[in-house]
């Protein structure tokens, strides 16, 4: 019984592990490939609107 809840604890750590690693992954991907468009344009980043005060801002690296 013992071994049984440890391959599933085991299992349960890996699936999160992986998890992980494809969500840091695509956002690596998403990071590049908005890097990539700025690059080829020219742009110095990539403009958002903010709701609350209607300005334009850079958008950040951590927002989606």
């Given at each position: 019984m013992l071994q049984i809840i440890l391959l599933l604890i085991i299992g349960l750590v890996a699936w999160i592990g992986y998890r992980k690693f494809i969500a840091d992954a695509?956002?690596?991907?998403?990071?590049r490939e908005r890097l990539r468009r700025e690059k080829e344009t020219g742009a110095n980043g990539t403009l958002v609107k903010d709701p609350k005060t209607g300005e334009y801002r850079l958008k950040r690296d951590d927002e989606e």
């Open positions: 695509e956002k690596l991907t998403r990071q």
